[in-house]
């Protein structure tokens, strides 16, 4: 329990919280950017693929 009254009462302990929840929310911002560019990669591969469908089908 004391641990806890220092990580939030103390410089040391507020510092430590900040920088926690710094680390939580970049790699949130990582995880969505990463969920983002798979997203445009499958969206191009799946044009990619219907190009090349459709000129095989009018061969």
């Known amino acids: 329990m004391e641990a806890l009254i220092d990580l939030f009462t103390s410089f040391s302990g507020l510092l430590s919280l900040a920088i926690i ?3 939580c929310l970049m790699a949130a911002y990582f995880i969505r950017l990463a969920f983002r560019k798979m997203d445009e990669e499958e969206h ?12 095989h089908q009018h061969a």
């Open 21 to 23: 929840a710094f680390v």
């Open 44 to 55: 191009k591969l799946g044009a990619v693929k219907r190009v090349h469908q459709g000129t």
